[in-house]
Nanobody, 123 residues
Framework: QVQLVESGGGLVQAGGSLRLSCAYS????????MAWFRQAPGKGREFVSV????????YYKDSVKGRFTISRDNTENTVSLQMNSLKPEDTAVYYC????????????????WGQGTQVTVSS
């Protein structure tokens, strides 16, 4: 059974930084692409970033390119999201997800999800 636990959310002023982490329990982490999604109040859950299993490839939502960096540690079974130059529109619950099959940007492609961590950016 795979479990994902996010941490690192909080309240930060615009222009500040946060680092989110996701701990993966299970035996298949190093063979699984991992992603971050987010969901703002009243909106759907949207793709933020993904990293392939050996970190060869990363993709980002256009609005976070140059500000967010995804990384992973296959020895520690963790994936992280470094978020810099945060904006109020980045406010959302951020979810870590383990890829199963298909388009990396689609929710339906992910088999396991964490419980989410709140990120609030004040103006």
């Amino acid at each position: 059974q795979v479990q994902l636990v996010e941490s690192g959310g909080g309240l930060v002023q615009a222009g500040g930084s946060l680092r989110l982490s996701c701990a993966y329990s299970g035996r298949t982490f190093s063979s699984t692409a991992m992603a971050w999604f987010r969901q703002a109040p009243g909106k759907g859950r949207e793709f933020v970033s993904v990293i392939t299993r050996r970190a060869q490839i990363t993709y980002y939502k256009d609005s976070v390119k140059g500000r967010f960096t995804i990384s992973r540690d296959n020895t520690e079974n963790t994936v992280s999201l470094q978020m810099n130059s945060l904006k109020p529109e980045d406010t959302a619950v951020y979810y870590c997800a383990a890829h199963y099959s298909g388009d990396y940007s689609r929710r339906e492609s992910y088999a396991y999800w964490g419980q989410g961590t709140q990120v609030t950016v004040s103006s």
